[in-house]
């Protein structure tokens, strides 16, 4: 009996565990912050803090910078990645919107110096279909860090999701 009561509970777990893998706001931010036109976002992930600023320059232009730091006890850490550590996407309804884009995995090293921020800039232009056909409190936008390091088992990935109006919005 006792077995049968651990198996149904077992299975309970892991219905309850795999009832979040879709959901499509899964990876929220810790942190958001508006100020003078721009949204900072950030959320930390084990020793790495991700952090998104957004500026929009009207409805169809915006402007992202994300960044990584690393907040461990080394004072400088070392990660693998392919040539694009970040990845800024916009999805609806769990696809992304954005045409498609193709990727280099070719192994690149970046050494993260302990508490300062490793940033790259993007831009994302929308066109009139997209604000026409997709509302804009639909549109995620996804940022991720891809990445691998000796001290995390070679396998991180940091992301983070927030929604298009928030950036938009004042």
């Not at 931010?29 to 100020?35: A, H, L, T, V």
């Not at 730091?69 to 990845?87: A, C, N, P, R, S």
């Not at 996407?89 to 992304?96: C, P, V």
């Not at 921020?117 to 009139?128: D, G, R, V």
Request: net charge negative; glycine share 6%; aromatic share 8%.
């Amino acid at each position: 009996m006792m077995k049968v009561w651990l198996a149904i509970i077992l299975m309970c777990c892991v219905v309850v565990g795999c009832s979040n893998a879709g959901d499509p706001i899964s990876d929220p931010s810790d942190q958001m912050e508006k100020q003078d036109g721009s949204l900072t976002a950030t959320r930390q992930v084990g020793n790495y803090v991700l952090q998104l600023v957004a500026t929009s320059e009207g409805e169809q232009l915006i402007h992202f910078r994300p960044s990584i730091k690393y907040v461990g006890e080394q004072t400088e850490h070392e990660i693998f990645h392919g040539v694009g550590l970040f990845d800024v996407d916009l999805h609806h309804d769990g696809e992304s919107i954005l045409p498609p884009r193709s990727s280099i995995d070719l192994g690149v090293t970046t050494v993260l110096k302990a508490n300062e921020w490793y940033t790259k800039e993007y831009q994302i232009q929308l066109t009139q279909e997209q604000l026409r056909d997709i509302p804009m409190d639909e549109i995620q936008v996804v940022v991720e860090a891809d990445f691998e390091s000796e001290e995390t088992g070679f396998d991180d990935k940091t992301r983070m999701i927030l929604y298009l109006h928030e950036i938009q919005s004042d």
